[in-house]
């Protein structure tokens, strides 16, 4: 029974866009926002200049005064100053040192193929990632003096540090991290 305001927030995608209920002050935020950042910045990966839609974004955000967030992933947060202060840190991160991003996709897309298998040998891992055509596109952006597999096995290695994944003799795990 609420009346949704609909506004474009790009930066993630071009065509995104996020709800707000002004009677409730709460805040639909997609991939715009969420509790420790925002989404995969995808024009950036073609060459576009998005991180300042990105901070556009935020800034929209911040003037509608939400009180309560439900963000595309993650739990509903209704610290919103903080998170927007978070994602204010990691877009700065990104602009100081695009690479950080890219790094950051291509981690991205990783996890994403965990959350779908929940576990892969690490010979299919390999196999589904020669086959992802983005990330062949982001290890040339980002290390292409660094060999393919030794590149993913950085980014692998990052999962399991943050805690996003895990790694026996098997394979890669999904984590709940």
Known sequence: GQTWQVHAAPGHDPHSVLLFAPASRTLISADALWGNGFGVVFPQLDGLDAFTEVGQTLDLIE???????????????EDVSAALVRARQRLQRF???????????????LKF????????????????????????????????QLGFEAWLDQLVNDLVRSGAATRDAHGVHNANG
């Open 63 to 77: 003037s509608l005064q939400p009180v309560r967030v439900i963000p595309g992933h993650g739990p509903v947060f």
């Open 113 to 144: 193929k965990l959350l779908e298998a929940q576990h892969l040998p690490l010979e299919a891992l390999l196999a589904w990632s020669h086959q992802a055509t983005l990330l062949a596109q982001l290890h040339q952006s980002d290390q292409p």
């Open 95 to 109: 602009v100081d040192d695009p690479a950080k991003h890219l790094r950051y996709a291509a981690k991205v897309l």
